[in-house]
């Protein structure tokens, strides 16, 4: 059972554009969504994550917003750079929880110069 | 610097053939964990430990093993692997167990089992 659903699996966007990527969920016990990159043949590191007390949040040219009634969160890539081209995938667990980080499906990004 | 490492990077092997993976991690941390990643399956958990000699089972244990006996390594061990094991391996740790703390992953291993 996939508790955290990812689209698009896949992302063409020219050099300057914005990249939309999109994730929901169904645990209302999660409130730490967290957004990692992961660029070939390198691990996964975190960019950017996000508690439901506010609705964006906002680092340089990477914005996450958050719906909570929609449980619902997607990241936002400003003016997307030909080395933003990476696979992305959203996150989410329960504060304290040591067990449960549920990956999403991933997005492989290509932003064309 | 700060990392965790991996080894091996690359690994082919036949099944029923005990392999260890293994993780170390430089900056202290409490928690480390073994994740897989599988296309169109994100990563999933395999095994997590909360401190030495404190491990447990994450969403995928089946067909693998754990040790925690010093706090910066965590082996990976796949006593007899099977082809459904083939996968990206990716160990990460941070600094206490709270899942809402940063992960700093490996670089990976990438398995296959014949």
């Known amino acids: 059972q996939q508790q955290v659903k990812q689209s698009p699996q896949s992302l063409i966007v020219q050099k300057g554009g914005i990249s939309i990527i999109n994730c929901a969920y169904e645990n209302t016990a999660f409130d730490y969504f967290p957004w990692y990159q992961q660029f070939p043949g390198k691990g996964p590191a975190l960019l950017i994550a996000i508690r439901p007390d506010v609705s964006e949040k906002k680092e340089g040219r990477f914005t996450i917003s958050f719906n909570k009634s929609a449980k619902q969160f997607s990241l936002h890539i400003m003016d997307s750079q030909p080395g933003d081209s990476a696979t992305y995938f959203c996150a989410a667990t329960t504060s304290g929880s040591a067990r449960q980080l549920t990956f999403g499906s991933g997005t492989q990004l290509t932003v064309l110069p | ?114």
């Not at chain 2, 990460?92 to 703390?101: E, H, T, V």
């Open chain 2, 1 to 114: 610097e700060a990392q965790v490492t991996q080894n091996p990077r690359y690994l082919i092997t036949v099944t029923g053939k005990k392999l260890t993976v293994t993780c170390s991690q430089n900056m202290n941390h409490e928690y480390m964990s073994w994740y897989r990643q599988d296309p169109g399956l994100g990563l999933r958990q395999i095994y997590y430990s909360m401190n030495v000699e404190v491990t447990d089972k994450g969403d995928v244990p089946e067909g693998y093993k754990v040790s925690r006996k010093e706090k910066r390594n965590f082996p990976l061990i796949l006593e007899s692997p099977s082809p459904n094991q083939t996968s990206l391996y990716f160990c990460a740790s941070s600094l206490m167990p709270d899942l809402s703390y940063e992960q700093y992953f490996g670089p990976g291993t990438r398995l296959t089992v014949t």
